[in-house]
Nanobody, 124 residues
Framework: QVQLVESGGGLVQAGGSLRLSCAASGGFLNSYTMGWFRQAPGKEQLFVAAIDWSGSNTYYADSVRGRFTISRDNAKNPIYLQMNSLEPEDTAVYYC?????????????????WGQGTQVTVSS
């Protein structure tokens, strides 16, 4: 069974940048479509970004498009989420998820495996 582990979260000032990573143990991610979701305290989990298995297609939530970049290097396993121009509204726990499909989805229930999450806090 694939186990996902996120890293790279932390505390950053508004306008700053962070890069999140998602690595897998127990399998390889190069056959999975990958997504990032986030959940702020007291709020529902929201889609952030996704990338298909080949890395050729990506999709972003409107709130992060132009600021965040999702990428993958299938030879090295990790998936990345580069987050620039961070805003306090980006504060949340960020989750990596894997979907056993070649197509992108924004729906959390269509993902098969999830990481434990990494906290991102953006101060104003």
């Amino acid at each position: 069974q694939v186990q996902l582990v996120e890293s790279g979260g932390g505390l950053v000032q508004a306008g700053g940048s962070l890069r999140l990573s998602c690595a897998a143990s127990g399998g390889f991610l190069n056959s999975y479509t990958m997504g990032w979701f986030r959940q702020a305290p007291g709020k529902e989990q929201l889609f952030v970004a996704a990338i298909d298995w080949s890395g050729s297609n990506t999709y972003y939530a409107d709130s992060v498009r132009g600021r965040f970049t999702i990428s993958r290097d299938n030879a090295k396993n990790p998936i990345y989420l580069q987050m620039n121009s961070l805003e306090p509204e980006d504060t949340a726990v960020y989750y990596c998820a894997a979907r056993w499909s070649r197509t992108i989805s924004t729906r959390a229930y269509e993902y098969n495996y999830w990481g434990q999450g990494t906290q991102v806090t953006v101060s104003s």
